[in-house]
């Protein structure tokens, strides 16, 4: 995951009226879903949305550990 902070040019260009905006990007590089604001019973549904648009080999492998990731 990334993030911007702009002076405005980008969040006019993307549309963004609100704090947090989260913009899940497919493999080409096209939008694929656009969240604005944040609830923790949001978490599910981002979850779900990005593994829906990662290959099939990648939903194979286990989840990296917080040990692992460092």
């Keep these: 995951m990334s993030h911007i902070r702009d002076s405005g040019t980008v969040a006019r260009h ?3 009226t ?3 905006n989260l913009f899940v990007i ?3 590089g096209a939008i694929a879903q656009v969240h604005r604001g944040y609830s923790p019973q949001q978490l599910r549904q981002f979850a779900e949305e990005i593994a829906a648009l990662l290959p099939p080999e990648a939903l194979k ?4 550990t917080d ?3 460092q």
């Design 18 to 20: 609100a704090v947090p």
């Design 14 to 16: 993307y549309g963004v």
């Design 26 to 28: 497919d493999q080409r």
């Design 67 to 69: 040990k692992q990731a």
């Design 61 to 64: 492998r286990p989840a990296a």
